[in-house]
Each structure stands twice: as C-alpha cells, then as structure tokens.
C-alpha cells in the first residue's frame, strides 16, 4: 500500500511539474520579444521536458500541448 501511494505522489509531482513548465513557456513566448525561430525552439524545448517526464507520450502532447502552442504562435506571429 505504501508502494502505491509514493508512485502516486510522485505521478502527482510529475504532472504538476509538467503543468508549470508547459505555463511557463506559454508565458514566456506571450511576454518576451522571440523571433519565431526562438518560439518555435520554446515550443521544441517545452516538448522535450515533456517527454522526458513522460516518455512514449508524444502523441498525447500533441493533442494536448500542441493546439495550445500552434494557437499562441499563430496570433502572436500572425500565422494564419
């Protein structure tokens, strides 16, 4: 039983952190004048957390992550 609730606080730790990293690098390519090289290097650099966290979840931070992304790039570098 003991087993099972470390791994499940440390899943919580995980997704918490996942959670703050993927805000961070929203916040940063909303509020720091980037080329869109550099955003899309945020978005590269936000992703490879991700899957360092999460391993073989690429696809599930894709259809998570990757909509809220291509949103904010596309409106702030005007991509549509």
Do not use: N
């Amino acid at each position: 039983m003991k087993m099972d609730s470390e791994a499940l606080l440390a899943e919580e730790r995980k997704i918490r952190r996942l959670r703050r990293a993927m805000d961070l690098a929203v916040t940063l390519l909303w509020q720091v004048d980037l080329t869109l090289t550099e955003a899309q290097e945020v978005v590269e650099h936000a992703k490879k957390t991700a899957l360092e966290l999460f391993p073989d979840k690429e696809q599930t931070f894709d259809l998570i992550y990757g909509p809220r992304f291509r949103r904010v790039l596309a409106e702030k570098y005007r991509l549509h």
